[in-house]
């Protein structure tokens, strides 16, 4: 009967408004990811538990929990399960009916509370009353959406300490909080609160109340949830809350059925760096990647070399009545990533649907970079793109006029907003070229974004031998990725 619930699940999915389900951040658990999330739980001789299920849906992960709980000491479940659209916490109920029929058949009592209402509001409510008793376990898919700075829900978290931009991470902080000390919980959520500044604080705040025991990651970015068309890269992680932080297992499959499983432990020095002030999360893919030695081998910062590196100041929309198809008198070049071409910057771009060029005035000068040798790197690459970073040159002669402008889906290295160094410039997209290096940073970075913190936090070769690398890549007349690759293994 419990396999049954995921034809429930999908029953119940086809009923349900689309346009509401995206509103709520809304998507059922396939059953086999909620077995293999039950599995992670360490096993116990308690006779009574207390299992909390945010964002329970129609009930799938509190049925997988309780089939994998089924055992001679257990006596008595409580469960504790949320869920906002009262349509399908009906049907939750209905189903946390049979279950207890079931259980009972075993000789244990199951006590659900199916609550309909809002888990961020109960929960916050409760931890300021102290009128919850502690969970032994929290198993959760919880809800995606941006959480705005000044909504009710950004206000509330902060009235117990935990400040997040999204309703998986807060959904995860606060069911950190209500449970007990060695209480688990297991999740399935983005990836992208693994790096980057949004999540900075919600990183700290797992590394200081628990320990990572596991992540799993799907090799394949859109079978976690293909059946709600789910493109967003997810991964399963398992914590102990109040328990000294050890090895970490990585485990990974191509999709959820699992059967492609491996594992392997990962020192937590290799998942989270001791200098990284960041907290970034790495993810080592024993399938892809062994690091060159006990660590990175590079070792140098950006801030350390002279360089800098930020964001295209250029966001056309707001600069629309200044932009111009081609160029023309008091216009300089604007480049976009759709500028990028094999190995060079094309510009102008014939017809380009962007604009080639934005007018000098007085409400776009600040935004502008004198002529100069730059090293751009695209912010987004597509969903199964076969490399993440992406860098390019552009020189002084695919340029016109004495500045040009940088859109905002770009990154830009520079030094004090001038340009750098021709070799330097070279050298740069070299390394960031590198097949090693792309790799490297898709262990901390699980989605298409690639923002200018991340390229900060990265580590560098020496000044020297970014100059040789682009004095090496201006000598040939051609060179392609593997001769790329191959020069980048010399220096290991």
Request: hydrophobic share 40%; aromatic share 10%; glycine share 6%.
């Amino acid at each position: 009967m419990f396999s049954q619930v995921d034809i429930v699940s999908k029953e119940t999915t086809a009923k349900l408004d689309q346009s509401k389900r995206s509103a709520l951040g809304q998507f059922f658990t396939p059953f086999g990811i909620a077995q293999f999330m039950a599995a992670l739980f360490g096993r116990t001789a308690q006779s009574q538990i207390r299992l909390l299920d945010a964002g329970a849906g129609v009930g799938v992960l509190s049925a997988a929990f309780l089939e994998t709980r089924s055992y001679n000491s257990l006596v008595h479940v409580h469960v504790s399960a949320f869920e906002l659209d009262p349509q399908v916490a009906n049907v939750l109920s209905q189903n946390f009916e049979e279950y207890a029929k079931i259980l009972s058949q075993k000789g244990i009592t199951l006590d659900p509370l199916v609550i309909q209402g809002d888990f961020i509001r109960d929960s916050v409510l409760r931890l300021l009353l102290n009128q919850q008793e502690p969970f032994d376990y929290a198993i959760l898919n919880p809800p995606y959406r941006k959480i705005n700075s000044d909504s009710e829900h950004r206000h509330l978290l902060r009235k117990v300490r935990i400040e997040t931009v999204n309703l998986y991470s807060a959904f995860v902080a606060l069911s950190i909080l209500l449970l007990k000390d060695g209480g688990e919980l297991v999740a399935i959520i983005p990836r992208s609160f693994c790096n980057g500044p949004y999540y900075k604080s919600f990183r700290a705040f797992l590394f200081e109340k628990t320990a990572l025991k596991q992540i799993h990651i799907f090799k394949s970015r859109n079978k976690a949830f293909k059946d709600d068309g789910v493109l967003q890269e997810n991964i399963i992680i398992h914590l102990i809350k109040g328990t000294k932080q050890g090895d970490i297992t990585i485990s990974t499959s191509t999709d959820e059925t699992f059967d492609d499983l491996c594992a392997f432990q990962a020192p937590y020095s290799q998942v989270v760096k001791s200098d990284d002030p960041e907290h970034f999360i790495h993810i080592p893919l024993v399938s892809t990647f062994t690091p060159p030695g006990p660590s990175w081998p590079f070792i140098h910062t950006l801030d350390g070399l002279g360089i800098v590196v930020s964001t295209g100041p250029v966001v056309d929309f707001r600069v629309k009545s200044f932009l111009r198809q081609e160029s023309e008198d008091n216009t300089v070049p604007l480049i976009y990533p759709g500028h990028f071409a094999d190995k060079t910057i094309q510009w102008p771009r014939p017809g380009f649907k962007k604009p080639n060029a934005i007018l000098v005035a007085p409400e776009t000068q600040r935004q502008l970079f004198p002529n100069g040798f730059y090293t751009l790197v695209r912010r987004f690459s597509s969903k199964e793109e076969k490399k993440r970073i992406v860098a390019r040159v552009i020189t002084p002669k695919t340029q016109s006029g004495a500045s040009l402008g940088f859109e905002n889906h770009l990154n830009v290295f520079h030094h004090n907003k001038h340009g750098l160094p021709e070799d330097l410039a070279f050298g740069l997209a070299v390394y960031l070229n590198a097949t090693l290096v792309d790799v490297y940073f898709r262990e901390f970075n699980g989605h298409t974004q690639v923002n200018a913190t991340d390229l900060r936090v990265l580590k560098y070769p020496d000044l020297n031998t970014l100059m040789a690398l682009g004095q090496w890549s201006q000598n040939l007349k051609t060179f392609n990725q593997k001769q790329i690759d191959e020069k980048i293994e010399t220096l290991l």
